[in-house]
Nanobody
């Protein structure tokens, strides 16, 4: 069973930046794609961004141009550089393994990291 631990969240003002990291472990682990999702207060979990080891990326329209996703060469970690943060970005952020943008295709969600953007 893979374990996913996200980190790097915190409290930041509108317009600020944060860099999230997520490490995958549990066995000899390497994957070809990883993604980020988030759950805002009172809302459903939603897709944020996905990246492949070859460097292909896809973003939700709400974060495109502000967030940048990248993946470790070893295929065991994923990062999310978040710039120009807005209050609506406030959420718990989770990573996962795979290329799907559909929340319902994932059975396991590891530890997330809280991002709070103050206005």
């Amino acid at each position: 069973q893979v374990q996913l631990v996200a980190s790097g969240g915190g409290l930041v003002q509108t317009g600020g930046s944060l860099r999230l990291s997520c490490a995958a472990s549990g066995r000899t682990f390497s994957t070809n794609a990883m993604g980020w999702f988030r759950r805002a207060p009172g809302k459903e979990r939603e897709f944020v961004a996905v990246v492949t080891r070859t460097g292909l990326t896809h973003y939700a329209s709400s974060v495109k141009g502000r967030f940048t996703i990248s993946m470790a060469n070893a295929g065991n970690a994923v990062y999310l550089q978040m710039n120009n943060l807005k209050p609506e970005d406030t959420a718990v952020y989770y990573c996962n393994v795979g290329a799907s943008t559909l929340v319902e295709e994932y059975d396991y969600w590891g530890q997330g990291t809280q991002v709070t953007v103050s206005s």
